[in-house]
């Protein structure tokens, strides 16, 4: 019998707003597709929560034996600025600015992506594609949606027509929006002055002189709409219906909206019956974006360079915080809250280690078959993590009682928590042991260094200065910078 036979799931489905038993669509087999990065950047914490989300997702899914086909594609054209139908594609601008190719600007941040996620050890998708690598597909879709009579050309561009659409299916039904609303709040744009209305999207633009990243179709040399690519290669790797469709909160409206109506036009078919969406990581109580700067990078987060933190933080701890929190819930990044997460870390961590530790007694006073339920039941309530983490650490009390002697555990009792902390602490959330290691030893040294801080601090009091610039300098000279602030002083590691 499959693990899943036994565990009931609920899936938070966005576009019926409850939870909802989830059955899948072939026995025990998914597919699940989720938004990629658009690779014009460095991915900062934000992006990285919400694809530490899905990972966590698809993590329980084959953990509970489903065998899951998960795409997750890489946008390297076609997303321009603003989210809109109009102005510079993101990655053609950063290769102008930078003087490069547009294609070097995407291998660079692909690489980074990819390297980024493999510290926060996050699997690979099954399938990684490229809107680049699926013009012709999305071509196709294009004709299709022509054909249907739901898409228009003008001067050479193709758009989606949202209120013939609307005629006979219902836009906005993913956002809880409708049409009437939209066209009474939008603002008309002069400078849209192809679409018959604002709300039409574009499916194909029509590429003028100086834009490098174009390719040939029926209509003009050009390039495809952003919202098309992610119905062109869902639809192509797992079918026109599938599973289960992932992404930030942020992609709701208009992108995911779009994907839907693409999907019914061109395919005659709603495309997902699972939507799924993660909400956002906030700095500052502000949502981290690339465009606004607020936002905090993984590496500057590993290597303590940064103007937020008082110390470096490993993967691990950055992603113990962000699943102590439910993927749905806003999560505001601090340092507080980082320091708080490492320590509750490294006890979760030293508890499973202790266990190894501990002599089985004869008598037993902990249910731990109850308990293990109980964490499957945390995941199957909608991937609560942060019951999950609660109920690890039931778990964790337990084995400091039996290590002082407190209470009793047997042998049979002892390998369950042993075999169901390791199976969700390593498999399910993906937390890596080394790490707790690390995060001590990154404890002691930061200890070290606040001392050495603390003696500056005195002899510059006592206006002893070459005291304490030969602190600043011998620190220096070892690779570690102590930088003075208004708030005292931090150090960072180079
Ligand atoms: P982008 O590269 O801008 O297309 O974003 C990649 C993914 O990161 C999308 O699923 C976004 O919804 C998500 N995302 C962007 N900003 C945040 C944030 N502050 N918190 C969580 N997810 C985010
Ligand atoms: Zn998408």
Redesign the pocket.
């Known amino acids: 019998m499959k693990l899943f036979e036994q565990q009931e799931l609920y899936i938070y489905n966005s576009i019926s707003k409850t939870k909802e038993k989830f059955t899948s669509i072939n026995d025990s087999s998914i597919g699940m597709y989720v938004?990629g990065?658009?690779v014009y950047s460095n991915v900062h914490l934000?992006?990285c929560?919400?694809f530490l989300s899905f990972d966590l997702v698809f993590r329980y899914l084959k953990h509970l034996d489903y065998k899951v086909r998960y795409v997750r594609n890489i946008?390297d054209a076609g997303h321009l600025e603003n989210d809109a139908d109009s102005g510079e594609d993101r990655i053609a601008k950063k290769a102008r600015i930078e003087m490069v190719e547009p294609m070097e600007i995407v291998q660079r941040y692909t690489v980074d992506f990819h390297q980024t996620m493999a510290k926060f050890n996050a699997l690979p998708p099954s399938i990684e594609p490229t809107a680049t690598g699926h013009i012709i597909e999305q071509i196709e879709i294009i004709e299709k949606i022509i054909s249907e009579g739901f898409a228009y050309v003008v001067n050479g561009s193709v758009y989606f027509d949202v209120h013939k659409f609307n005629e006979t299916h219902s836009y906005g039904k993913l956002s809880g929006r409708n049409l009437e609303d939209m066209v009474a709040n939008t603002r008309d744009l002069a400078t849209q002055t192809d679409k018959k209305n604002p709300q039409d999207f574009a499916l194909w633009k029509k590429a003028e002189p100086v834009h490098i990243m174009r390719w040939s179709s029926p209509w003009s040399d050009g390039f495809p709409g952003w919202h098309l690519e992610c119905t062109a290669m869902s639809t192509k790797y797992l079918g026109n219906h599938f599973d289960i469709h992932g992404?930030?909160m942020?992609?709701k409206f208009p992108h995911h909206e779009c994907e839907i109506a693409q999907s019914e036009a061109a395919l005659k078919t709603n495309p997902v019956n699972y939507w799924m969406h993660?909400n956002?990581?906030t700095l500052n109580g502000k949502?981290?974006?690339?465009s606004t700067g607020n936002n905090i990078l993984p590496h500057e987060i590993f290597s303590g360079d940064n103007t937020i933190l008082s110390k470096a933080f490993s993967p691990s701890v950055a992603k113990f915080f962000m699943y102590q929190a439910n993927y749905r819930s806003i999560l505001d990044f601090s340092n507080e809250a980082l320091l708080a997460s490492e320590k509750g870390f490294n006890r979760l961590m030293e508890a499973y280690k202790i266990l190894s530790e501990i002599a089985p007694s004869e008598k037993n006073e902990f249910d731990s078959s109850v308990w293990r339920q109980s964490c499957y039941n945390a995941m199957n309530d909608d991937f609560n993590s942060p019951i999950l983490i609660a109920q690890l650490f039931e778990a964790v009390k337990v084995i400091n009682l039996a290590k002082e002697g407190k209470t009793q555990l047997d042998k049979e009792n002892i390998d369950v928590i042993k075999k169901t902390m390791h199976d969700f602490i390593f498999d399910v959330l993906a937390l890596e042991e080394s790490n707790a290691n690390n995060a001590s030893d990154d404890n002691k040294l930061s200890d070290a260094i606040n001392i050495l801080i603390e003696l500056r601090n005195q002899a510059r009091h006592n206006k002893d200065f070459s005291t304490s610039d030969l602190i600043r300098d011998q620190l220096k000279e070892v690779g570690i910078n102590l930088k003075d602030g208004k708030d005292g002083t931090s150090f960072s590691l180079n």
């Open positions: 938004c990065p658009t934000g992006n929560r919400t946008t992404g930030g942020d992609l993660a956002m990581l949502k981290m974006a690339k």
